[in-house]
């Protein structure tokens, strides 16, 4: 079933004429759950692996011995997600209570030290053929594979992501791995993607406004305190201002999963991502997110699933970044084979 963005709340356009010229494109792309295969571009799917190629693994040095088992969590999102559908919603039953605190407890791996290579989870593939936005890879590659490691032990703070992007030409992939290898266990549930399939819907985005000219951001920012103003003078409309689009959440930048077009930056201020190679300013690539739309953004919701429950249509990958969050990675434009980089909003 195909996913239909609904028409913006306002011609932003014909109240910011300038914003013309900044207009772009970018790809939702509607994950649900299915059962993807090799061929297709999914979340959570089969990865188009080469049999006698090393599967992705984390070397840094932090704690992977202790955690919660994949078939645990996802067997645990099955019960939750049976419970809601019973009508009325009354809740677990105490069977499935006692037997979602079994699925909670964290298992240790008899031997596992801070170094043993720990298999990443594959949790993305996109084919250019697919996403209109997703621009070429190295040397033509037309297939994007995204891993991460499941444990939140990485950078400065040791609490950060560790990523892994790869790109390949799908072309050249002989016989594949049959049976790629899993972590053991996981550190937090929010890395473990449930299989989706994708259903790509090009659609027009802004920049962010603090990334658009300063005259013209001045006049979104006057324009978006007039309307609530005017809200909150009407007391017949309490909760008016919080409906009211605004440009960030309904006019400029679609939220969940997406490729290509601007990334949002509305927890922390617009920060420089410029190349570490060769210091070109990067482009956002790829945009992944706990939700598909949220009280804020809820006018993205598609127009064929306005009636379904928000949680059942909203969080449909399981995955949850950071603080419910979203992911943007970014890419060299002037050498797509440079590394990348990414920031958590």
Request: proline share 11%; hydrophobic share 35%.
């Given at each position: 079933m195909t996913r239909t963005t609904p028409p913006r709340p306002l011609d932003v356009e014909a109240l910011f004429p300038e914003l013309a010229g900044h207009r772009g494109t970018t790809t939702r792309l509607h994950p649900r759950p299915g059962a993807p295969d090799l061929s297709q571009s999914s979340v959570g799917g089969p990865m188009l692996w080469p049999a006698d190629e090393p599967w992705p693994v984390c070397r840094d040095a932090h704690g992977r011995g202790r955690g919660r088992r994949i078939e645990d969590i996802r067997r645990e999102r099955r019960i939750w997600a049976a419970a809601r559908a019973r009508q009325p919603y009354e809740g677990l039953t105490d069977d499935e209570r006692q037997l979602m605190a079994m699925l909670g407890r964290k298992h240790r791996v008899p031997g596992m030290s801070d170094t043993n290579p720990l298999p990443m989870l594959g949790v993305a593939q996109f084919y250019r053929r697919d996403l209109p936005d997703l621009p070429a890879g190295p040397d033509g590659c037309d297939l994007l594979q995204l891993f991460w490691c499941p444990f939140d032990a990485h950078g400065p703070s040791r609490y950060g992501m560790l990523l892994h992007l790869r790109w390949r030409n799908s072309a050249d992939v002989g016989e594949v791995l049959a049976e790629p290898p899993q972590p053991p266990v996981v550190g937090y549930q929010g890395y473990v993607p449930e299989p989706c399939v994708l259903h790509p819907e090009q659609v027009v985005t802004y920049?962010?406004?603090?990334?658009?000219?300063?005259?013209?951001?001045?006049?979104?920012?006057?324009?978006?305190?007039?309307?609530?103003?005017?809200?909150?003078?009407?007391?017949?409309?309490?909760?008016?201002?919080?409906?009211?689009?605004?440009?960030?959440?309904?006019?400029?930048?679609?939220?969940?999963?997406?490729?290509?077009?601007?990334?949002?930056?509305?927890?922390?201020?617009?920060?420089?991502?410029?190349?570490?190679?060769?210091?070109?300013?990067?482009?956002?690539?790829?945009?992944?997110?706990?939700?598909?739309?949220?009280?804020?953004?809820?006018?993205?919701?598609?127009?064929?699933?306005?009636?379904?429950?928000?949680?059942?249509?909203?969080?449909?990958?399981g995955v949850v970044v950071g603080n419910h969050g979203e992911l943007n990675v970014f890419a060299c434009p002037a050498d797509p084979g440079h590394p990348h980089r990414w920031s958590i909003q």
């Open positions: 920049p962010f406004a603090g990334l658009l000219p300063e005259e013209l951001c001045a006049r979104i920012d006057a324009w978006e305190d007039a309307l609530e103003e005017a809200a909150e003078e009407d007391d017949e409309n309490e909760a008016g201002a919080a409906e009211l689009p605004g440009y960030q959440y309904d006019l400029s930048i679609p939220p969940g999963w997406r490729v290509g077009g601007f990334a949002s930056w509305h927890l922390t201020d617009p920060s420089p991502m410029d190349c570490r190679a060769c210091a070109t300013p990067m482009h956002l690539l790829v945009t992944v997110d706990t939700s598909e739309w949220d009280g804020g953004s809820k006018s993205w919701a598609p127009v064929e699933e306005r009636g379904l429950p928000p949680r059942q249509a909203a969080e449909p990958t």
